[in-house]
């Protein structure tokens, strides 16, 4: 094979010799009928020693047919692309997909069973070129970014993919049958590839960053930090990776969407820290790992608190725990077996305290604490495995250790028609003073996958003492749930739809086992139904509609006292949804909910709006805005106690509110690129949420509710207002390299004053004291074989 230069230019003798993949075949929405030579498909594929090349050119009448727009890295917008799918083990699970725009704009992605990990990024090379009947790209994928077993011949699944997205239209070269489940064990062949070895993969990713904070209420407003670290990949074997974090800089991660929570559980916030987002999929099987708990709130950030002297405040008390290192190793046999291997360590932190004096002692919140998650995942035919996790967190000191270990199954029928999957699971919490506390949890599900019409039927149970907090996430335990979910498909366009589908849903819940000193005999939590459908219309339109119904249950979590229960009431509701073609300069998407309760005659109204417009293929703006009000609500408010004979201070009642609680969140952002390599984003987000307390009521045993008893208990309104600013500016100077430059802004209200209008609020949330924050990171990618072959040519 001849040298090929990646500039978008199929001119090259090595593009004419070879075979091309041509009359493409549509995926969606007139599944398995060829492309129409007017915007037909040419790729072609070669290989080498070093790197696999991959070319095409996407035919259209006019420049105008190809929707373009310039968005970002790992972003596809209301793009065109085209992109190669490589099963690099041919297990028809697992796969990497490379994708360009026709701005050149590269967007990557990691299949795997049931997940599409879009923050998997790796450093490859491409090139388009616009042309006036259509675009064309080459790209270099370098063995380096990808996983394989060294042999003498070898077969890859193997798919080239083509979105159209002003006609909504999707090929494949390998044709995908919508009624088949799955798309990866769908693909075509790339066979006798010839023998290839898998390269030394070492690449070292050092940062530098600095940091200027300003914050008029901390006794030193101005300070600034400067830090450095590095970010290693190494190729262990030719199939396992290493990727690890040493002295990892987080800050510049875009704020989370905070909300003033009023449910007894706690909010699970997405996560955005690069390490913990890119190529997880392993050890995200079971949902035992939610990684916002490494570096997250300290274990006894709340006793510094709780535990003041005469004349003493906190003078400091860092929110969340240090992270020292994070390791990764990851890979997949030749044999189908997948290993993962999961290490992080966090520092202790501590709180520091200061008297009337000026004195200071400190408290420690988080001890040094050791994160650790071992996965192993057996492929199996027919597109099943099973697969056994363990996550451990070992903590130093007399803070107790927790240990969680979980086997599971997914099996296919031979048609892949059929599914059963299965989880059972144990959490051993251990403390260095007991002998400990063990639970159990089992799920178990059957379903039809293949087909216009699918189902599927869930059991789960989790008892009393089953407990994966401390790695993962489970806001209640001590159920057992049934679930049932059935559909059916109408995916052959006709004259006003393109696709449409029903879908029945049943859930009911009831809880494994008696709480301890249970108010009611009934361990009936919930059941609710409902019947979904959606459809996308000729005009590329999305519709939908939605009613539902729920019965009169027992909330056994929002009382916050165990063996008390809430019964909560009886609802309707209904929702309507649509959005508009995404290919057009503005788009809009609208959502209305409407849920009656019989408790208090209660309604809740939920509309979410967005929009944006696209005033250039570089410049767009975008608002969302949530509106929530409730009327009549009813909520827990607080718990009174009593002293009893003995001096111990006893629960006397449990006190609820009716209450009006409205929300509203609104959300604008920007977006101007520059070019495919650089670009400014702005996102300013306000949220606010009051709480208007209307008349108070006891919790009465049976779980109803009656006029509150006590007369002196105040009413407590509530009020919060958090403003965020995220704007950053990026530019990749190298493949795999960046300078990031971020100014972050909060600014947080929260009073009891909620007679102020929304803007009155807002204006009020502005004019406080704002937490600013300027930085600049740069980070630089290293190759070993870029280094090596630079040594080469100097010497």
């Known amino acids: ?26 995926q969606r929405p007139n599944a398995g009928k060829r492309e129409d030579s007017s915007s037909r498909t040419t790729m072609y594929l070669l290989y080498d020693n070093t790197s696999v090349y991959f070319a095409g050119y996407c035919y259209e009448k006019t420049k105008d047919s190809i929707s373009k727009e310039l968005i970002g890295r790992d972003k596809v917008g209301i793009n065109d692309f085209a992109g190669v799918i490589l099963d690099t083990y041919n297990d028809k699970i697992n796969a990497l997909g490379f994708f360009v725009t026709p701005y050149g704009e590269q967007f990557d992605i990691k299949y795997s069973t049931n997940n599409e990990d879009i923050s998997w990024s790796a450093v490859w090379e491409s090139r388009v070129k616009i042309n006036s009947d259509g675009w064309s ?116 991660v875009r704020s989370d969407n905070q909300v003033l929570n009023l449910s007894p559980f706690e909010v699970k916030y997405n996560e955005n820290r690069p390490f913990f987002t890119e190529g997880t999929e392993l050890f995200s099987k079971g949902d035992l790992f939610y990684s916002r708990r490494i570096g997250g709130v300290p274990l006894h950030f709340g006793d510094a608190y709780n535990n003041l002297g005469a004349g003493e405040k906190v003078t400091r008390n860092a929110q969340e725990a240090k992270l020292v290192n994070a390791t990764k190793i990851s890979g997949r046999t030749s044999k189908g077996l997948g290993i993962g291997f999961f290490n992080a360590i966090t520092n202790p932190t501590y709180a520091k305290i200061e008297n009337s ?103 789960e149970i989790a008892d009393k003492k089953y407990d994966i907090n401390d790695m993962g996430i489970l806001n209640t335990r001590n159920y057992v749930d049934h679930y049932l979910w059935t559909g059916y498909r109408w995916i052959e366009p006709k004259n006003w739809y393109k696709r449409v589908q029903i879908n029945f849903n049943a859930y009911q819940s009831s809880l494994f086992q008696p709480f301890a000193n249970q108010k009611i005999g009934s361990n009936f939590q919930s059941f609710r139904t409902n019947v979904n459908a959606n459809s996308q219309l000729k005009n590329l339109w999305w519709v939908g509609l939605f009613v539902g119904y729920v019965a009169e249950g027992n909330d056994f979590y929002e009382p916050r006292e165990t063996g008390y229960s809430f019964k909560s009431p009886q609802r309707v509701q209904f929702a309507g949804w649509f959005e508009t073609n995404e290919a057009k300069k503005y788009y809009a998407s609208v959502n209305y909910f409407v849920g009656i309760r019989k408790l208090f005659n209660s309604p809740n109204h939920e509309l979410t709006l967005l929009h944006r417009y696209r005033f ?22 607080q718990k009174l106690f009593e002293t009893n004979a003995s001096g111990t201070n006893v629960l006397k009642s449990i006190i609820f509110s009716r209450r009006d609680v409205k929300t509203i969140e609104n959300v604008v952002e920007a977006k101007y690129n520059f070019n495919n390599k650089s670009g400014v984003t702005f996102r300013a987000r306000h949220y606010w949420s009051k709480v208007e307390q209307r008349q108070l009521y006891d919790l009465n045993t049976d779980g109803s509710l009656s006029p509150a008893r006590e007369t002196n208990i105040a009413l407590r309104p509530q009020n919060f207002n958090i403003f965020n600013i995220d704007a950053i500016y990026t530019l990749q100077f190298a493949p795999g390299s960046f300078i990031n430059i971020v100014w972050k802004d909060q600014g947080i209200l929260s009073n009891q004053a909620i007679d102020y209008s929304y803007f009155k609020n807002f204006d009020r949330t502005i004019s406080e004291p704002h937490n600013n924050n300027l930085s600049i990171k740069v980070i630089y990618y290293l190759d070993y074989l870029n280094l090596k072959k630079l040594k080469k040519s100097k010497s």
């Open 616 to 637: 250039s293929d570089k410049f767009s703006l975008t608002q969302s805005l949530l509106y929530n009000p409730a009327t009549n609500d009813a909520g827990f408010s």
């Open 357 to 459: 004096l000026g004195q200071t002692r400190e408290i420690e919140t988080n001890p040094l604490t050791n994160y650790n998650i071992l996965v192993l995942d057996q492929t199996l035919k027919n597109n099943s495995s099973v697969s056994f996790i363990n996550t451990n967190v070992l903590r130093n000191g007399s803070d107790y250790d927790a240990n969680v270990s979980a086997a599971l199954f997914n099996f296919n029928n031979k048609k892949n028609t059929y599914n059963w999957t299965g989880k059972f699971a144990v959490s051993h919490l251990t403390n260095p003073s007991s002998n400990g506390i063990t639970g159990y949890s089992h799920n178990l599900g059957f379903g039809k996958t293949g087909g216009r019409w699918n189902y599927q039927l869930i059991q």
């Open 137 to 252: 790209f080459e790209v270099r994928i370098p063995y380096s970014a990808l996983r394989f077993v060294s042999k003498e011949t070898q077969s890859w699944g193997l798919n080239f993919v083509r979105r159209r997205n002003k006609t909504g239209q999707q090929f494949t070269w390998n044709s995908i049958d919508p009624k088949v489940n799955g798309f990866i064990n769908q693909e075509g062949q790339w066979r006798d590839i010839g023998k290839i070895e898998a390269p030394i993969r070492l690449s070292l990713s050092p940062y530098f960053s600095s940091y200027i904070n300003h914050y008029k209420l901390d006794s030193k407003p101005w300070n600034t930090s400067i830090n450095g670290g590095m970010d290693v990949k190494y190729g262990i074997t030719e199939s396992f990776t290493l990727d690890m974090t040493l002295v990892p800089d987080f800050g510049q």
């Open 1 to 26: 094979m001849g040298s090929i230069k990646i500039d978008g230019v199929l001119d090259e003798l090595a593009w004419k010799e070879v075979k091309s993949a041509t009359n493409f075949i549509e």
